[in-house]
């Protein structure tokens, strides 16, 4: 799966289950839990929506706000494993 996928697939999950926005414009590089749009309990939900979605399962060290706040981060560490 390549990277635009990834990123579309995770920007409109984190849009309609953690932000329950779908008209929000979530950019890249956007501080998404520093900015307040989810809390760290909803990286748990994006964990799982990833172990489904793309076979990639995220180590609870690896769930944090420093390594994963933004879109870019995310997707980031979802390719490493895909790679």
Same mark, same amino acid.
């Given at each position: 799966m390549d990277e635009t996928t990834v990123r579309e697939k995770m920007r409109e999950f984190i849009k309609r289950? #953690?932000?329950r926005d779908e008209s929000y414009d #979530?950019? !890249? !590089?956007? /501080?998404?839990?520093? /900015? /307040? &749009?989810?809390d760290s309990f909803a990286l748990a939900e &994006?964990?799982? $929506?990833?172990?489904?979605? $793309?076979?990639?399962y995220i180590p609870?060290? !690896? #769930?944090?706000?420093?390594?994963?706040?933004?879109l870019n981060q995310m997707v980031a560490r979802v390719m490493r494993d895909l790679q």
């Amino acid at each position: 799966m390549d990277e635009t996928t990834v990123r579309e697939k995770m920007r409109e999950f984190i849009k309609r289950e #953690l932000i329950r926005d779908e008209s929000y414009d #979530l950019t !890249d !590089d956007e /501080g998404i839990i520093t /900015g /307040g &749009l989810m809390d760290s309990f909803a990286l748990a939900e &994006l964990a799982v $929506f990833v172990e489904e979605a $793309f076979g990639v399962y995220i180590p609870d060290p !690896d #769930l944090t706000v420093a390594k994963m706040d933004t879109l870019n981060q995310m997707v980031a560490r979802v390719m490493r494993d895909l790679q």
